[in-house]
């Protein structure tokens, strides 16, 4: 198989599959949920409850997708929103205005209708979330700082 091409992992919530302990309700909305994992180079696609967690769901149908904290803090389970809805009210790990762009984490995300998203790299949605904090621009080295601060050792 050559490296570029993509394969695709279709993997189905089963009707009596508990996540986090709680049995799936028969009157809870279901969707359809594609993430593209840019890394891997997968797609998967799975159905999850509307009152379910996206990444919590994936995992219990044996469906590894990027995570760390698990609790909305981080930007590792960072995705784009291709397309679809989902809510993520305690999604702290992004601002307001990366929410608006589209972007959203999968360890606190329900599904709202089918959705299809693209994981991203963490360092790149870090950058866009803080990068204008922390970037002032190259450092210019300073001989005369550094003599000093060498003399008083």
Not at 2 to 31: E, Y
Not at 90 to 116: N, R
């Amino acid at each position: 198989m050559p490296l570029n091409s993509r394969r695709k992992i279709i993997s189905q919530l089963q009707s009596s599959v508990a996540v986090n302990g709680n049995a799936q309700s028969p009157t809870v909305p279901t969707h359809k949920v594609t993430v593209h994992d840019r890394e891997r180079g997968v797609i998967h696609e799975f159905f999850v409850p509307e009152d379910q967690y996206i990444l919590h769901t994936a995992e219990s149908q044996s469906i590894s997708l990027p995570f760390a904290c698990r609790h909305g803090c981080c930007t590792s389970c960072a995705v784009r929103v291709k397309s679809g809805q989902l809510r993520q009210p305690e999604a702290l790990g992004i601002s307001a205005e990366l929410k608006d762009k589209g972007y959203a984490l999968l360890c606190v995300g329900f599904p709202s209708s089918d959705l299809e998203v693209e994981t991203q790299d963490e360092d790149e949605v870090y950058w866009l979330q803080f990068g204008r904090y922390f970037a002032r621009g190259p450092i210019e080295r300073d001989d005369y700082a550094l003599e000093l601060a060498m003399g008083d050792e």
